[in-house]
């Protein structure tokens, strides 16, 4: 199936394993703040559980980690903050990636990239293309990412490629244009620290994702916890608008009978 057809067109096929799973990585402060820790502790402490959870996806042959990161609402904290914030994206960029790159992961990061500025952009330039080829697992960064941002951008940059066929646009011709256009839509959400929301993550591409909501926060979960939120994705029936008499139907033939 092509990348760029909507999910909501064509069945994915449904594997055990969900081929993306987009997370976000929520409940670093609060983690902090129990300990009686600064908040910057809980990011610090955030970082080792992505390095888990990539182990984790490689191990049970996940294609494709999408994080968020920073949200374009995340400039609203206090500078320290979001310097702190800054500097964990930058370490990751030099420090970690030459590590990625030997465990065979693609890298590639998402967002409105220019307001981190020309060095941190550079980094990232080079952090492409040095594991452009790698195919083990495709990890994605989300930063300075809004899914209304990523819309809209794509919106302008369709008008601006095909202006003769405006009123006219289909899902299939905007789809290229979005951030994270050479992914499949992901297929489970996890959303760690206990809210119940989308926070302007990947809305155009989660439009018939599994949604997992736990009230673990992102510096305590692991891998039981991610085998916690797989369990449940393989419970579910994915429809896509249809019925249930209709995926049992279309089944292939190879499959064993749904009762008996
Ligand atoms: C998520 O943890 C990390 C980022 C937003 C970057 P928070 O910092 O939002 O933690 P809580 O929600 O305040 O506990
Ligand atoms: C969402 O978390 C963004 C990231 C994890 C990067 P927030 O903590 O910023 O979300 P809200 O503000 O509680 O919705
Ligand atoms: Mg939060």
């Given at each position: 199936?092509?990348?760029?057809?909507?999910?909501?067109?064509?069945?994915?096929?449904?594997?055990?394993?969900?081929?993306?799973?987009?997370?976000?990585?929520?409940?670093?402060?609060?983690?902090?703040?129990?300990?009686?820790?600064?908040?910057?502790?809980?990011?610090?402490?955030?970082?080792?559980?992505?390095?888990?959870?990539v182990?984790?996806?490689?191990?049970?042959?996940?294609?494709?980690?999408?994080?968020?990161?920073?949200?374009?609402e995340?400039?609203r904290?206090?500078?320290?903050e979001?310097?702190?914030?800054?500097?964990?994206?930058?370490?990751?960029?030099?420090?970690?990636?030459q590590?990625?790159?030997?465990?065979?992961?693609?890298?590639?990061?998402v967002?409105?990239?220019?307001a981190?500025?020309?060095?941190?952009?550079?980094?990232?330039?080079?952090?492409?293309?040095?594991?452009?080829?790698?195919?083990?697992?495709?990890?994605?960064?989300?930063?300075?990412?809004?899914?209304?941002?990523?819309?809209?951008?794509?919106?302008?940059?369709?008008?601006?490629?095909?202006?003769?066929?405006?009123?006219?646009?289909?899902?299939?011709?905007?789809?290229?244009?979005?951030?994270?256009?050479?992914?499949?839509?992901?297929?489970l959400?996890?959303?760690?620290?206990?809210?119940?929301?989308?926070?302007?993550?990947?809305?155009?591409?989660?439009?018939?994702?599994?949604l997992?909501?736990?009230?673990?926060?992102?510096?305590?979960?692991?891998?039981?916890?991610?085998?916690?939120?797989?369990?449940?994705?393989?419970?579910?029936?994915?429809?896509?608008?249809r019925?249930?008499?209709?995926?049992?139907?279309s089944?292939?033939?190879?499959?064993?009978?749904?009762?008996?």
């Amino acid at each position: 199936m092509s990348t760029h057809q909507s999910s909501t067109e064509t069945i994915p096929a449904v594997g055990a394993v969900p081929r993306h799973v987009a997370v976000i990585m929520d409940g670093n402060g609060r983690w902090a703040k129990r300990r009686f820790l600064p908040r910057v502790a809980g990011h610090h402490r955030g970082v080792e559980t992505v390095r888990t959870l990539v182990r984790a996806c490689i191990e049970r042959g996940v294609q494709y980690l999408t994080l968020f990161a920073f949200s374009s609402e995340n400039w609203r904290r206090p500078p320290e903050e979001v310097g702190v914030l800054t500097q964990l994206l930058r370490t990751a960029l030099t420090d970690e990636v030459q590590r990625l790159h030997r465990n065979g992961i693609r890298l590639r990061v998402v967002g409105d990239l220019a307001a981190f500025g020309p060095a941190l952009v550079a980094d990232i330039d080079r952090a492409h293309a040095l594991t452009q080829d790698n195919d083990r697992l495709t990890l994605t960064v989300a930063a300075n990412y809004g899914g209304r941002w990523d819309i809209l951008h794509a919106a302008n940059a369709l008008a601006l490629a095909q202006p003769e066929r405006a009123g006219s646009w289909t899902e299939a011709e905007l789809a290229p244009f979005l951030a994270m256009h050479y992914a499949p839509e992901p297929d489970l959400f996890i959303r760690t620290g206990g809210e119940q929301r989308i926070s302007n993550f990947l809305l155009w591409q989660l439009a018939y994702t599994e949604l997992y909501f736990t009230e673990v926060v992102w510096p305590d979960f692991n891998e039981v916890e991610f085998d916690r939120a797989i369990e449940s994705y393989q419970r579910r029936e994915r429809r896509f608008g249809r019925t249930s008499e209709q995926l049992k139907a279309s089944a292939p033939a190879s499959a064993p009978p749904a009762c008996c």
